[in-house]
């Protein structure tokens, strides 16, 4: 079956910009989360949606981000005016329910000029 | 202190070499540990779960110790194939969020 999907896989965009980050999770995966990840570093906490439970946006670096899960499925992750330090590799991950094992996308790889 | 902490890499082995890396854990709650395999540019991939009696795949085993809150991987008869970064995650909170560790950057050579 298919797999996470996000799109764009990738992304360049002017400082100042807005983007928006695509998930699609695999079906009837309830956790979703996204991570971030900087050129030879770890995995980023951003978000973690978990059925209808109000998400845990703890790991949001600040508020120019934000996501939101529309009806439990696909999920959009939003960086509004953008900086050069946003630049990353954005990825998602579902799994069938929290604590179960974690299912990547291939990532948004964004670029800040 | 960090949910998760990892050993600090690179480990560079020669092939045929047992490799060991650890992996720390802050809450004492959690309950799900997994070890991850990430390749160059790539997305991480699930190498395998860890269970509370340990668990063993082939030349990999993991192993959980909640006393001390760390969970081990080792590498028998290393490969050059093995050669990647090893991330540890470990659940955290009622909801089960999951954290990964930094990673462990491994080279084998011949």
């Known amino acids: 079956g298919a797999g996470v999907s996000q799109s764009p896989s990738n992304k360049v965009t002017e400082k100042g910009k807005d983007v928006e980050l695509r998930c699609d999770p695999i079906?009837?995966?309830?956790?979703l989360y996204w991570y971030r990840q900087s050129l030879g570093q770890g995995l980023e906490f951003l978000i973690y949606f978990q059925g209808n439970s109000a998400p845990d946006k703890s790991g949001l670096p600040s508020d120019r981000f934000s996501a939101e899960r529309t009806g439990g499925s696909v999920s959009t992750l939003t960086i509004q005016r953008t900086q050069q330090e946003d630049s990353a590799v954005y990825l998602c991950?579902?799994?069938?329910?929290?604590?179960?094992?974690?299912?990547f996308g291939n990532g948004t790889r964004l670029t800040v000029t | 202190r960090k949910e998760v902490e990892q050993d600090p890499g690179p480990f560079n082995v020669p092939e045929g070499a047992t490799v060991a890396f650890n992996c720390t854990y802050s809450n004492s709650a959690s309950q799900s540990f997994f070890w991850y395999r990430q390749d160059c540019r790539k997305e991480p991939k699930l190498l395998m779960s860890?269970?509370?009696s340990g668990n063993e795949d082939g030349r990999f085993t993991a192993q959980l110790n909640r006393a001390s809150q760390y969970i081990s991987l080792l590498i028998r008869d290393s490969k050059l194939s093995d050669s990647a970064t090893y991330l540890c995650v470990v659940s955290v909170g009622g909801n089960n969020d999951m954290r990964f560790g930094a990673g462990t950057r491994l080279t084998v050579k011949p």
């Open positions: 860890v269970y509370s």
């Open positions: 079906s009837g995966h309830t956790a």
């Open positions: 991950a579902s799994s069938s329910q929290g604590g179960s094992p974690l299912h």
